[in-house]
């Protein structure tokens, strides 16, 4: 911890030095570090450190299918020949699709051994959100499975794309796994046909090519793009540096001491950074096991906990509502477990008690933890410490990050206990949002200190120990099944259709999604209003959107709400769908 008097601030507030300053929650870390000596390195080269060092470690498990990191390096330094000899070089961009499969991280490392940036996005997103994150990505590759090529081949023309990796769900499947797979999905998918500009995954890896030197690539260049929406509709790129990917994983690998004997349930998408970061990279850093679920059910994942038998599982709220409420979790021995986290959305008491009782119960001694972070940051910041658990706190700051309140619009520091904007600084802050100097400009401020601050858009509170409390998202931003939905971005949409006058779209309580998404419109013809119209606008967003965005239910307003300088009163919507929920809840009672 730095002590020099020169980097402190003036006195705040609290009385004496800044609260942030003087790290109260460091008193709660018990052996975590405090401080973390970072390599400066690619990724590549951290994850090729780890295979030195454990070589015959097993890396990753894919439904049956394992790799040691021996051979895991192995396929990363193939596919990362194959690249190159496609033309690939340093400051290319490559768009990944995948669901959480070895190919989609192999591939991931393989760019970052040529200095490629890797823009990591959903596999179900829609062509015309391809065709965005193609082109705001200047993506000349990308890598998708074969069930997704019309897409890719509908927005080709009009992108830089000069290569399609395909690959197939089977190609690293075992050979009972794959004949269920081809029965039940894989001969529905369309055969792609004869195209120049493909190459297929397993011949690619089959093939000998010449080996590719690893391209002179410095820790603080960018390596990813992750994506967040934004204001304006268009998600924002999130740049993030290869030391941002290595600060983060290993602050997470500490935290909760993933170390070579772990095996983390990577549950939660490589597109999300809470997937890609935590589940992946974090296990990677401590040379642990990483198994691999490309999709979820209740079901799938309770097989593979009683059977792989994971240290950590790590996820959003309703995947462990669902898992506590599934008959074959309930009966699996859960002594395994060594911590369980939660983020992604603010975790309900009814669920982290139904998880626990059932954890307690099948003998384990585990509590469902919560946690904080935003993709700006690479993912998860904060976190509760393993033994010091706070009613409804998203934890204390990991080793070398800075937290603190400030007053909303400013960099002034509330007093204990306030409400504020949580701003955060350290080594995991990103590099800034992709061609948006002045959306970076308001995101990432020098402060006083010195130091640069991200300002989070959130808001919460700091209690004297340093605990952090989350109480709601300046930004507007819709939690769905732990996915983020941009409000503005349907809007924007739904104003697209040639009957919409006005739309605002919210996120109302629900008990499977945490919040489904529902929209209010004003037609221009009011007497179209019914359930035909709402199937249409549900389908129109449905062409272009990702369904996790797309309205559930669209009512139908002669006007909507304003506020005093005349924009949308979204907060009024909200509280009168709560309250008419509540009141159908007690007529329900009654």
């Known amino acids: 911890m730095d002590n020099s008097s020169h980097l402190r601030p003036p006195p705040g507030p609290n009385g004496g030095f800044s609260v942030y300053e003087s790290k109260p929650w460091l008193k709660f870390y018990g052996d975590v570090p405090a401080s973390i000596d970072y390599p400066q390195t690619t990724l590549y080269e951290a994850v090729a450190d780890t295979a030195a060092q454990y070589p015959k470690d097993m890396a990753y498990d894919f439904l049956g299918f394992t790799s040691t990191y021996e051979r895991f390096l192995s396929e990363i330094d193939h596919c990362a020949n194959a690249l190159a000899s496609m033309g690939m070089q340093k400051g290319d961009g490559i768009t990944i699709a995948m669901p959480t499969t070895p190919q989609g991280i192999i591939c991931f490392y393989a760019a970052n051994k040529l200095g490629a940036v890797a823009s990591m996005i959903h596999p179900l997103s829609t062509a015309a959100e391809i065709e965005f994150y193609l082109n705001v990505s200047r993506g000349r590759f990308a890598l998708t499975i074969d069930a997704f090529y019309s897409k ?59 080996a590719a030197p690893k391209a002179a690539m410095g820790p603080h260049e960018l390596a990813v793009i992750m994506y967040s929406g934004g204001t304006t509709g268009k998600p924002k790129g999130i740049m993030l540096s290869n030391a941002n990917f290595i600060a983060q994983g290993l602050m997470c690998a500490h935290w909760a001491h993933m170390d070579r004997e772990s095996a983390v349930l990577a549950i939660l998408p490589i597109f999300h950074g809470f997937g890609l970061c935590v589940c992946i990279n974090a296990a990677f850093m401590g040379g642990g096991k990483s198994l691999l679920v490309p999709t979820f059910t209740p079901a799938e994942v309770a097989k593979l906990v009683k059977k792989k038998r994971p240290s950590f599982v790590i996820g959003v709220p309703t995947l462990f509502e669902s898992l506590s409420r599934n008959p074959q979790f309930q009966k699996a021995d859960l002594s395994c477990l060594k911590a369980t986290f939660c983020g992604g959305d603010s975790l309900p008491r009814a669920v982290k008690e139904r998880f626990e009782e059932v954890v307690r119960r099948r003998g384990g001694h585990v509590k469902l933890l919560e946690g904080y972070g935003l993709t700006e940051a690479v993912s998860s910041i904060m976190a509760i410490p393993m033994h010091d658990y706070r009613e409804g706190s998203i934890g204390v700051p990991f080793p070398d990050m800075l937290a603190k309140i400030a007053r909303i619009g400013s960099e002034e520091e509330m007093p204990i206990g306030q409400e504020g904007e949580i701003c955060l600084s350290g080594p995991s802050i990103m590099l800034g949002y992709l061609d948006q100097p002045e959306e970076s400009a308001k995101a990432l401020r020098t402060h006083t200190d010195g130091r640069v601050w991200l300002h989070t858009g959130d808001i919460g509170t700091m209690d004297a120990d340093g605990f952090f409390y989350f109480k709601l998202r300046h930004k507007r931003m819709i939690k769905s099944s732990g996915f983020n939905v941009y409000p503005a971005q349907v809007e924007e949409h739904l104003r697209k259709h040639p009957q919409v006058a006005e739309a605002c779209v919210i996120g109302v309580p629900d008990p499977q999604q945490v919040e489904r998404v529902k929209a209010f419109v004003v037609l221009k013809d009011t007497s179209q209003a019914g359930a035909a119209m709402e199937q249409a606008l549900i389908a129109h967003c449905r062409k272009d959107l990702i369904k996790w965005s797309c309205p559930r239910e669209v009512e139908f307003r002669r006007s909507l709400p304003q506020t005093m300088v005349g924009k949308v009163a979204f907060k009024v919507l909200q509280d009168e769908e709560i309250n008419r929920m509540h009141v159908e809840q007690q007529m329900e009672k009654a």
């Open 152 to 210: 890719f081949k509908q927005v080709w023309p009009r992108t830089g794309l000069k290569r399609l990796i395909l690959t197939r769900v089977t190609d690293y499947l075992l050979p009972m796994k794959a004949i269920g797979f081809y029965l039940q999905k894989g001969r529905k998918i369309p055969k792609v046909p004869a195209d120049d500009g493909v190459v297929w995954w397993k011949k690619m890896m089959r093939q000998p090519t010449p």
